[in-house]
C-alpha cells in the first residue's frame, strides 16, 4: 500500500501570499494530522482532523487552517505569508480515533515550503 | 502544557555497539503514550517504537527498546547492535488525544 502523501513537494512562495498544501492519507485511515518543522528542531502540531472533523489544534496563528475531505485527504492553507512560515510541512495519517487506545500515526515526507 | 526534553543534541556510537537516548517530559496527565521517531537525512520521518502509559512493560522492537519509568517522567531508547542505517535525527514524542508534542530531537552517527 502507498504510504503518505504529500504535495507539492517544494514550494517557494513571496512575503504576503498565500499557499494550499495536499495530503493524502494511508488508505483506510481517517485522521490526518499537520507539523510544522523548522530546521534543526522538532515537529510543531498544527492541526488534527479526524472523520472530517477538527480535533486539535496547536499555537499557531489564524492564518493557518485546514480541512479534511469526505475522502479523508487534508488541505493546510497558509495565509499572509511570513519568512517565519519558511519550514517542512509534514502531514501524517492515523487509523484509529486519536482518543482511542492503539493510536500512532505515519508521516509523509513533507513539503518544503520557503517564503522571500 | 506538555514538555518533551532531549538532552542530548549528538550523540555518537560504534557500529555494533549500544547506545541510549535520554527523553524526558512534563505533564499532569496519568493516560498518554509515548513515542520515538527517527528522521533520516532523507527526511522522512519513521516510527520507532510505541509505549502506552498504562502499560508497566517496556515496549521492545527487535534492536529497539525502552526504559519507561512513569514516575520519574523518564522515556529513554537503547538501540542495540547500532548500525550504519540507525544514523538520523530521532525525536521523542508525547501524545495526548491526539495532540503530539515533540522533543528536539539527538542526532545520532554511527560510525564504521
Known amino acids: 500500500d502507498a504510504g503518505v502523501t504529500q504535495s507539492p513537494t517544494h514550494l517557494i512562495k513571496t512575503r504576503g501570499q498565500q499557499v494550499t498544501l495536499r495530503c493524502s492519507p494511508i488508505?483506510?485511515?481517517?485522521?490526518v494530522s499537520w507539523y510544522q518543522q523548522v530546521l534543526g528542531q522538532g515537529p510543531q502540531f498544527i492541526f488534527q482532523?479526524?472523520?472530517?472533523?477538527?480535533?486539535g489544534r496547536g499555537n499557531f496563528p489564524d492564518r493557518f487552517s485546514a480541512r479534511q475531505f469526505p475522502n479523508y485527504s487534508s488541505e493546510l492553507n497558509v495565509n499572509a505569508l511570513l519568512l517565519g512560515d519558511s519550514a517542512l510541512y509534514l502531514c501524517?495519517?492515523?487509523?484509529?480515533?486519536?482518543?482511542?487506545?492503539?493510536?500512532?500515526?505515519?508521516f509523509g515526507p513533507g513539503t518544503r515550503l520557503t517564503v522571500t | 502544557a506538555q514538555t518533551v526534553t532531549q538532552s542530548q543534541p549528538e550523540m555518537s556510537v560504534q557500529e555494533a555497539e549500544t547506545v541510549t537516548l535520554s527523553c524526558t517530559y512534563d505533564?499532569?496527565?496519568?493516560?498518554?503514550?509515548l513515542f520515538w521517531y527517527k528522521q533520516p537525512p532523507s527526511r522522512q520521518m519513521i516510527l520507532v517504537i510505541r509505549?502506552?502509559?498504562?502499560?508497566?512493560q517496556n515496549a521492545t522492537e527487535n534492536r529497539f527498546s525502552v526504559n519507561f519509568q512513569k514516575a520519574a517522567k523518564s522515556f529513554s531508547l537503547k538501540i542495540s547492535d547500532s548500525q550504519l542505517g540507525d544514523t538520523a535525527m530521532y525525536f521523542c514524542a508525547f501524545m495526548r488525544v491526539g495532540q503530539f508534542y515533540f522533543g528536539t530531537g539527538t542526532s545520532l552517527t554511527v560510525i564504521p
Open positions: 509505549q502506552e502509559a498504562y502499560k508497566q
Open positions: 501524517a495519517s492515523s487509523l484509529r480515533d486519536p482518543a482511542g487506545r492503539g493510536y500512532e500515526q505515519y
Open positions: 488508505s483506510g485511515h481517517k485522521s
Open positions: 482532523y479526524y472523520e472530517k472533523e477538527e480535533r
Open positions: 505533564t499532569s496527565e496519568n493516560n498518554y503514550y
